[in-house]
């Protein structure tokens, strides 16, 4: 009852005359592989933190649930969108405007650098804010050239608004 998975490679048996006559199946047990599979995309959906994967064009083309949860949005309205296209406010830690190209994974691919530790603010549909701490890296291929973006995000709204409300003490 247990499930296996194979890899097939189907070759045609052919006669002295070039005719088919029949195959051969060549099968390798990738069961184990399968599962690991599953395994690892469960930890990538269930990761406490957001992640989305932007191709070298700035589309998105992965995200988490929490991703999702945190821009408020379904992954539908992710993959195969570039974020500042997507219609989201961010702001910056002063409550200025992010212009689009100031994101993190748009500064990123330009700037071929990894961001660690940005705070961006993003305008809920309510109107409140949510604050993010968004760290995004490249993933470089074998000759060089960029092959994705990976951009994390945290959740630190509570700690962001609690040291903004704190009186700042004069001496």
Same mark, same amino acid.
């Given at each position: 009852?247990?499930?296996? #998975?194979?890899? !097939?490679?189907? =070759?045609?048996?052919?006669? @002295?005359?070039?005719?088919?006559?029949?195959?051969?199946?060549?099968?390798?047990?990738?069961?184990?592989?399968?599962?690991?599979?599953?395994?690892?995309?469960?930890? #990538?959906?269930? !990761?406490?933190?957001?992640?989305?994967?932007?191709?070298?064009?700035?589309?998105?083309?992965?995200?988490?649930?929490? @991703?999702?949860?945190?821009?408020?949005?379904?992954?539908? @309205?992710?993959?195969?969108?570039?974020?500042?296209?997507?219609? #989201?406010?961010?702001? =910056?830690?002063?409550?200025?405007?992010?212009?689009?190209?100031?994101?993190?994974?748009?500064?990123?691919?330009?700037?071929?650098?990894?961001?660690?530790?940005?705070? !961006?603010?993003?305008?809920?549909?309510?109107?409140?804010? =949510? #604050?993010?701490?968004?760290?995004?890296?490249?993933?470089?291929?074998?000759?060089?050239?960029?092959?994705?973006? !990976?951009?994390?995000?945290?959740?630190?709204?509570?700690?962001?608004?609690?040291? =903004?409300?704190?009186?700042?003490?004069?001496?």
């Amino acid at each position: 009852g247990a499930d296996l #998975w194979l890899d !097939l490679e189907v =070759r045609p048996l052919r006669d @002295a005359g070039g005719k088919v006559r029949g195959f051969v199946y060549i099968g390798v047990d990738i069961t184990e592989r399968v599962a690991e599979q599953a395994r690892v995309r469960l930890q #990538w959906l269930a !990761l406490p933190v957001g992640v989305l994967v932007h191709a070298p064009d700035g589309v998105i083309v992965d995200s988490n649930r929490e @991703a999702e949860r945190l821009l408020g949005c379904t992954r539908e @309205a992710l993959v195969g969108h570039r974020l500042p296209d997507a219609g #989201w406010r961010f702001l =910056r830690g002063d409550l200025t405007l992010c212009q689009p190209a100031e994101l993190p994974a748009e500064r990123t691919l330009r700037d071929r650098m990894p961001l660690i530790g940005e705070v !961006l603010g993003l305008r809920l549909e309510d109107g409140g804010l =949510r #604050w993010l701490l968004v760290n995004s890296h490249l993933q470089i291929g074998m000759g060089g050239a960029v092959t994705e973006v !990976l951009v994390t995000l945290a959740d630190i709204t509570g700690r962001f608004e609690a040291t =903004r409300a704190r009186p700042v003490a004069v001496a």
